[in-house]
């Protein structure tokens, strides 16, 4: 397994104008993330923890010190580098889902790979494959409008996962599920990141989320207060006595 760096964060500090003033939202953040991490940004709210995950994911720039994601140093980035660098190689799951309600699910799940402009065959196979990895199969054809909130976020991942990322980086992914859907879809995503050894960084303050963390790092007004790495996460931990190690497929 490739455990390379992949994530390096120096001294980055992120400051926001509020009219004549500044506010900041980070301060002198100093961390690094390795290939195949299972990783949350826990914190109380207002702590930074989307700051940082937006300037990761290149949907913003630091004001002082650097990121390089991927060797790239997001700071450098002209506005195509950083929508190249997103399209091709970081997967995204917001809270709210984001699917495109007159589209499929389908093509909802195949759109990235539009915008990658993967030939259409490949593109059937990769997005059916997408769909089987996270249980939804039967539901290639529906609408957004017609999911549950636990369908609608495994479409979510289905999506981001469809064009095998790098890194996904998934923002209170569980913010508007039930325990049962909240559970089912960490699930999923603990299996893809075992079976891809995709990098997954969550912004969660949810105890559900933190319970399947390998690695938690906690902010505190925009500081890095703490940096643990846990050796049983409880929730993998039960989740493997459950299922003897194995998970069940229709995750
Ligand atoms: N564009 C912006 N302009 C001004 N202030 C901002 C902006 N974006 C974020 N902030 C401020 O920066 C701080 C950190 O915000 P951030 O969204 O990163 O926190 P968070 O830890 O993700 O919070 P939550 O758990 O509530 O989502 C907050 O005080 C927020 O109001």
């Known amino acids: 397994m490739d455990n390379s760096n992949i994530i390096t964060i120096n ?3 992120k ?3 509020i009219g004549d003033r500044e506010f900041t939202a980070l301060s002198n953040v100093t961390l690094s993330f390795t290939r195949g991490e299972f990783t949350g940004l826990v914190g109380p709210s207002g702590s930074g923890k989307t700051t940082l995950l937006n300037i990761i994911g290149s949907l913003d720039i630091p004001t002082k010190g650097s990121a390089t994601v991927l060797g790239h140093s997001i700071k450098e980035l002209s506005h195509s580098q950083a929508s190249q660098l997103r399209n091709k190689s970081l997967g995204f799951i917001f809270q709210t889902y984001n699917l495109l309600p007159v589209y499929t699910v389908f093509e909802n799940v195949e759109f ?3 915008l990658l402009k993967t030939p259409a065959r490949e593109r059937n196979k990769m997005v059916l494959q997408a769909l089987e990895a996270v249980g939804l199969t039967d539901k290639a054809q529906s609408r ?3 999911l549950s909130g636990g369908e609608s976020q495994r479409v979510a991942i289905a999506r981001a996962m469809v064009k095998s990322p790098e890194i996904v980086l998934a923002d209170e992914p ?3 599920l039930d325990a049962k859907n909240s559970h089912h879809i960490l699930q999923t995503m603990v299996k893809l990141n ?4 995709t990098t997954f960084i969550f912004a969660s303050h949810d105890e559900k989320v933190i319970g399947y963390l390998r690695r938690k790092i906690s902010l505190d007004d925009g500081r890095v207060v703490a940096d643990e790495y846990i050796e049983r996460p409880v929730h993998l931990a039960r989740m493997e006595t459950n299922y003897g190690g194995e998970m069940p497929c229709s995750l």
């Open 11 to 13: 001294g980055l500090t």
């Open 15 to 17: 400051k926001f104008p």
């Open 144 to 146: 957004p409008s017609q």
């Open 194 to 197: 075992r079976e891809f050894n």
């Open 174 to 176: 569980t913010a508007n």
């Open 112 to 114: 990235p790979l539009l």
